[in-house]
């Protein structure tokens, strides 16, 4: 698609309605007009990304204090069908009634910043990839699973080690009751205890560890349905604009919905209400029959300590012995069960893991190929390299922030971390407890290495895990007879390295404020207009220049004179490039005037 028309509501260019085609649309005119403020403005009503932080929000900044209170709206076409885009200062997103295209937009500066800036590059390098949506999302997908499964994985270990120190008991439990249940036959035996006394006995202690297990599960029951029922209170309601008719069309389908999920949440919420009514009735039925048997266990104590002293003692004994049994019996259940949800999320984790390093893989060979393609049409004046998973900022942050309170130094450790090991491999060591596998990688002592496994399970892994590593893209220009990266190169050097590379972009629209600022006359006519002449004929390009070889040289399509009275700022013109006006246009403001062409020309001739 391409911007067929852009109309701005009051601001600096308050009235302007500009018409543009397809190709090489050029912007001209003197300085303070609003060139630059109109490249911005579109780039903020078509929510453009910038190559960096800084770029972005000072881009935003401009736009803003251009804009003032009014609106911008651009309309799109693809020769066919159009779409307007609507964006005003307040507005954090653009509207629109279609899915935006790409499009990237250039400021004067910003040219050299990707060139210096690491995630610039890469940045540069994947506006040519075609699928880097697609990837993203994936991506996207994966590193949130991989951060879920992380966090469910800390709590399962967390819960498991606690269960653990509980069933320590277990075994001193089970020899205990053993013991003293021993000791209860021989002193029934001595008495001679009827044996329905014993039958009645042996019922109702185990009657009343049933019961009590009974009990904690409705217990634990209870608060979790109490817990359920304070968050569904807590849910915000679906707002009234859309489970009231409104009459907006568009809205119909949204508000459908929203009414059948108010209608859900409602019926869950009476639901959870009936689960905690039919909990508290469990409760008081329990509740009635413990006390009941309690009551019944009361009483043959006190017919067996009629018969013998001790045997009251002994019975209780082994009651409290079997229901702490049980409960241990209970707490091995969930002991395995967790383990069995345990086992079970690290094997997804660990597919997520391999589905990732396979997309990684994809994405390496698809900038190898993009590489290669621009080595073979700018070569071998300019070289691109990639160097795989080169960029691991991301991944150093998030161990820096998990070593941060522990006293280790992480602004040391994290990029040893990070060069020696993959996220997925410190997480692992961590997990498991493999204090020598951190140490070898950090070149650490054991003990300092059992802290970062201790410092990593208390403050969480899940940002580690799922932390992005990005290739590193390197651009060389060759100067002389050996090539050049671009830390090393003056500026126009590396505008030099860019915008040829920029040039070559098949689809997006691509706007560029004043790319000469930092180039000579020759390279713009040996480089830049043979590349814009290729370009403009699948896509749409919007250059503001002072120089007249890119719109006279390189063909454009339509040209743009833009004018000021010194409080605001307006087109003059707007028409093709053969058009006598435009012609006039072009020699007056780039080229000084007819004298100094026909001057310079008199000079050039002689």
């Not at 085609?21 to 990304?49: E, H, M, W």
């Not at 413990?290 to 001790?310: F, P, W």
């Not at 799922?466 to 290739?471: L, N, P, V």
């Not at 007879?481 to 920029?502: A, D, F, M, N």
């Amino acid at each position: 698609m391409y911007v067929k028309r852009v109309q701005i509501d009051e601001g600096f260019l308050d009235g302007l309605d500009l018409a543009l085609q397809p190709g090489l649309n050029v912007l001209f005119g003197p300085r303070g007009v609003g060139k630059t403020s109109l490249i911005q403005l579109l780039r903020f009503c078509l929510g453009a990304s910038a190559h960096s932080e800084d770029v972005a929000a000072a881009a935003r900044a401009h736009a803003l204090a251009i804009l003032g209170e009014g609106e911008i709206t651009v309309t799109l076409s693809d020769g066919t069908s159009d779409m307007v885009v609507s964006r005003t200062a307040e507005e954090d997103l653009p509207r629109s009634d279609g899915p935006i295209p790409s499009v990237t937009v250039l400021g004067p500066n910003e040219i050299e910043t990707i060139s210096l800036s690491p995630v610039g590059r890469l940045r540069l390098l994947d506006t040519l990839w075609s699928d880097r949506d697609g990837y993203r999302r994936r991506e996207a997908q994966i590193r949130a699973a991989i951060r879920g499964h992380t966090e469910r994985i800390g709590s399962l270990a967390s819960e498991i080690a606690a269960l653990d120190a509980e069933l320590l008991i277990r075994d001193g439990a089970l020899a205990s009751l053993a013991a003293e249940r021993t000791a209860q036959e021989e002193l029934l035996g001595r008495i001679a205890a009827t044996a329905s006394d014993r039958e009645a006995l042996t019922r109702l202690v185990a009657q009343s560890s049933a019961l009590a297990a009974e009990g904690d599960a409705i217990s634990r029951a209870a608060a979790a349905i109490t817990r359920l029922a304070e968050g569904l209170a807590d849910l915000p309601s679906i707002p009234d604009e859309l489970t009231e008719t409104s009459g907006f069309v568009r809205l119909g389908p949204a508000t459908q919905r929203a009414v059948r999920v108010s209608q859900l949440l409602g019926r869950l919420r009476s639901e959870v209400a009936a689960l905690d009514a039919d909990l508290r009735t469990a409760g008081q039925q329990h509740s009635s029959v413990r006390l009941e048997a309690e009551q019944s266990a009361r009483d043959l104590r006190r017919r067996l300590d009629a018969l013998e002293e001790g045997a009251g003692s002994s019975a209780q004994r082994i009651a409290k012995l079997q229901q702490d049994v049980d409960r241990l019996a209970d707490i091995a259940s969930r002991r395995q069960k967790r383990a069995a949800e345990f086992s079970r999320i690290v094997r997804q984790r660990g597919e997520l893991f391999d589905e990732w390093d396979h997309l990684r893989q994809q994405r390496l060979e698809q900038r190898r190929g993009i590489a290669e393609h621009l080595n073979g049409e700018l070569g071998p004046a300019i070289q691109v390299d990639i160097r795989q998973s080169e960029i691991t900022t991301e991944y150093m942050n998030a161990v820096a922030n998990v070593l941060r309170g522990s006293g280790l130094h992480h602004g040391t450790l994290s990029p040893r971390l990070a060069e020696q090991m993959t996220p997925r491999e410190l997480v692992e060591a961590i997990e498991h407890g493999d204090v020598d596998a951190i140490a070898t990688a950090a070149g650490i002592q054991p003990t300092r290495a059992a802290r970062i496994i201790e410092q990593g399970r208390d403050n969480g892994i899940a940002e580690v895990a799922s932390a992005r590593i990005e290739d590193g893209v390197v651009l060389k220009l060759l100067d002389g007879r050996e090539y050049k990266e671009t830390p090393e190169l003056s500026t126009g050097q590396r505008c030099t390295i860019v915008l040829p590379i920029l040039l070559t972009m098949a689809s997006d629209l691509l706007i560029v404020d004043q790319p000469e600022d930092n180039l000579d006359n020759a390279f713009i006519a040996t480089t830049i207009v043979p590349s814009l002449i290729r370009r403009k004929i699948d896509s749409q390009l919007l250059f503001s220049t002072h120089n007249a070889n890119i719109p006279v040289l390189g063909g454009a399509d339509r040209v743009v004179l833009l004018g000021s009275d010194g409080k605001r700022g307006f087109v003059r013109l707007a028409s093709e490039l053969e058009d006598p006006r435009s012609v006039e246009a072009i020699v007056t403001v780039m080229e000084g005037g007819e004298d100094a062409f026909r001057s310079r020309a008199a000079f050039y001739g002689r």
